[in-house]
């Protein structure tokens, strides 16, 4: 039930109950995703390598980030940012399904593709990533702050984040980093979208024979498929776009290593190039894939679990 299908009009639900299975499912993963994200985060933004043999490295692994995070900084830390990052996920949640709904029902009625076309979802895909990232990143980047600073905390609270950013850095400052998101979020969700319809078709040719139980399983191996290849295929971007993100914040993250400015993305390619190698590109990697899988994966199954519901209650009403 991911976008429009106009050969399941029986199940269409309204734009609104879109919009709401598309907020719960941000709200639940979110949730729970929430310590692998700040580790993600916690990688990217180390300029040493992670790795045992730079004694100067603060984090090395998964493992030992999470030991050291809740050593030093208490399991709270694991949810630095939580509340900005679960405005996001609710907001986003619901502008990007329900944009995609409306893009595959528009291009649907003006029969230019295939409802199931694999390029048609790329492109309403991307899409509706890029409009609910316009609506959404500023608090995209109040999370990023959050989860980046260590003790003690330069931002109390969001609304202390929030005035002080903009009295000391201007309102540009929520918007920094949005050409790499941009660029990024684009193929990102357009993979997302496209491989998640090829794979359920895979899946359902595989296994044709489908009970409920069975379909949710679909739903969730197909999303966690599709999360971790669209995660590899456009990771460094993500990279560039958390490095901008914390600039003109190097006095919260003095404690966890060296910091840098980069006066753009092109730059901050450069200087990651530079100064950590090719694998530079790829700081976090391991947490950010298990993340997308899951993540992704969750997305996917409660949003179609919601979906379902509401179909199934408005069924019984009628």
Same mark, same amino acid.
């Given at each position: 039930m991911v976008g429009y299908d106009p050969r399941a009009d029986g199940r269409n639900i309204s734009k609104v109950e879109v919009a709401v299975a598309g907020s719960v499912s941000g709200l639940v993963t979110r949730a729970l995703v929430s310590p692998l994200d700040v580790i993600k985060i916690r990688f990217q933004l180390q300029i040493e390598r992670l790795s045992h043999s730079d004694p100067s490295a603060k984090y090395h692994g998964i493992l030992q980030a999470g030991r050291q995070i809740l050593q030093e900084e208490g399991p709270a830390a694991f949810w630095k940012g939580h509340i900005p990052a679960q405005l996001l996920s609710i907001g986003y949640g619901a502008v990007q399904f329900l944009s995609f709904d409306l893009l595959t029902e528009l291009v649907h009625r003006a029969s230019v593709y295939n409802a199931r076309d694999f390029s048609m979802h790329f492109v309403c895909g991307g899409l509706s990533a890029c409009v609910a990232t316009l609506a959404m990143h500023p608090l995209d980047v109040l999370r990023t702050r959050f989860a980046a600073q260590g003790e003690p905390r330069v931002y109390k609270t969001l609304r202390d984040a929030v005035v002080t950013m903009y009295r000391t850095e201007g309102p540009l400052v929520f918007y920094k980093g949005l050409s790499p998101t941009l660029i990024a979020i684009f193929p990102y969700a357009g993979f997302q979208?496209?491989?998640?319809? !090829?794979? &359920?078709? +895979?899946?359902?040719?595989?296994?044709?024979?489908?009970?409920? @139980? $069975? *379909? $949710?399983?679909? $739903?969730?191996?197909?999303?966690?498929?599709?999360?971790?290849? !669209?995660? @590899?295929?456009?990771?460094?971007?993500?990279?560039?776009?958390?490095?901008?993100?914390?600039?003109?914040?190097?006095?919260?993250?003095?404690?966890?290593?060296?910091?840098?400015?980069?006066?753009?993305?092109?730059?901050? +390619?450069?200087?990651?190039?530079?100064?950590?190698? !090719?694998? *530079?590109?790829? &700081?976090?990697? !391991?947490?950010?894939?298990? &993340?997308?899988?899951?993540? @992704?994966?969750?997305?996917?199954?409660?949003?179609?679990?919601?979906?379902?519901?509401? =179909? =199934?209650?408005?069924?019984?009403?009628?």
């Open positions: 979208f496209s491989f998640y319809s !090829s794979l &359920k078709q +895979a899946y359902e040719w595989a296994m044709p024979a489908e009970g409920k @139980t $069975n *379909g $949710n399983l679909k $739903n969730l191996l197909c999303g966690s498929g599709a999360g971790v290849i !669209s995660k @590899t295929l456009t990771y460094p971007l993500d990279l560039f776009k958390k490095r901008l993100q914390v600039g003109g914040f190097e006095q919260a993250r003095v404690t966890f290593g060296q910091v840098r400015s980069y006066r753009g993305l092109v730059d901050c +390619a450069k200087q990651v190039l530079q100064e950590e190698g !090719s694998q *530079g590109f790829f &700081k976090g990697l !391991s947490p950010s894939l298990l &993340k997308a899988a899951l993540s @992704t994966g969750l997305v996917f199954f409660w949003y179609e679990l919601f979906c379902n519901l509401f =179909h =199934h209650i408005k069924k019984a009403d009628s």
